[in-house]
């Protein structure tokens, strides 16, 4: 019987995420970009699935939830506000899927807009988990702010 190792999952901290996404997020140019797009990117998502079907968008957004219960609880509840303005957002604006895929696309070409003026490449690129830490840091950025 041969014994294969299973990799380990390192579990970050809510703070090591932010350190390491930080780190390709420093112009303040680049950073105004995201703070806009990031949102702008999550709520079209939310849309391009309610459109396609309601079910799998509230379990995969239930889903999404938990991996930042997981990290921090007030990042869970402010995402989970978020959520609910984005439902809001999408009751006041019920466009189609070809709408939603075109603020998508929009929101993503001011990332990469962005990253172009940070020189520095997408934390996504290294892991795809960074794209759930994107909207944790406009989050975490919007409760400092509201700390401070």
Same mark, same amino acid.
């Given at each position: 019987?041969?014994?294969?190792?299973?990799?380990?999952?390192?579990?970050?901290?809510?703070?090591?995420?932010?350190?390491?996404?930080?780190?390709?997020?420093?112009?303040?140019?680049?950073?105004?970009?995201?703070?806009?797009?990031?949102?702008?990117?999550?709520?079209?998502?939310?849309?391009?699935?309610?459109?396609?079907?309601?079910?799998?968008?509230?379990?995969?957004?239930?889903?999404?939830?938990?991996?930042?219960?997981?990290?921090?609880?007030?990042? %869970?509840?402010?995402?989970?506000? @978020?959520? $609910? &303005?984005?439902?809001?957002?999408? !009751?006041?604006?019920?466009?189609?899927? *070809? =709408?939603?895929?075109?603020?998508?696309?929009?929101?993503?070409?001011?990332?990469?807009?962005?990253?172009?003026?940070?020189?520095?490449?997408?934390? %996504?690129?290294?892991?795809?988990? @960074?794209? $759930? &830490?994107?909207?944790?840091?406009? !989050?975490?950025?919007?409760?400092?702010? *509201? =700390?401070?």
């Amino acid at each position: 019987m041969s014994r294969h190792r299973q990799p380990k999952m390192s579990k970050r901290t809510l703070e090591q995420w932010l350190s390491e996404y930080s780190v390709s997020h420093q112009n303040l140019v680049n950073k105004k970009i995201h703070w806009l797009c990031v949102p702008t990117i999550f709520v079209s998502l939310l849309g391009m699935g309610m459109s396609l079907s309601v079910w799998f968008t509230l379990v995969l957004s239930a889903l999404v939830l938990l991996f930042y219960m997981r990290l921090s609880t007030p990042l %869970f509840l402010a995402m989970g506000m @978020f959520i $609910l &303005i984005c439902l809001s957002v999408m !009751a006041a604006m019920p466009w189609g899927f *070809k =709408a939603w895929a075109t603020v998508f696309v929009v929101a993503w070409i001011g990332q990469f807009i962005g990253h172009k003026i940070e020189g520095k490449k997408p934390s %996504f690129f290294k892991d795809l988990q @960074f794209l $759930l &830490i994107g909207p944790a840091w406009v !989050a975490n950025s919007l409760m400092q702010r *509201k =700390a401070g």
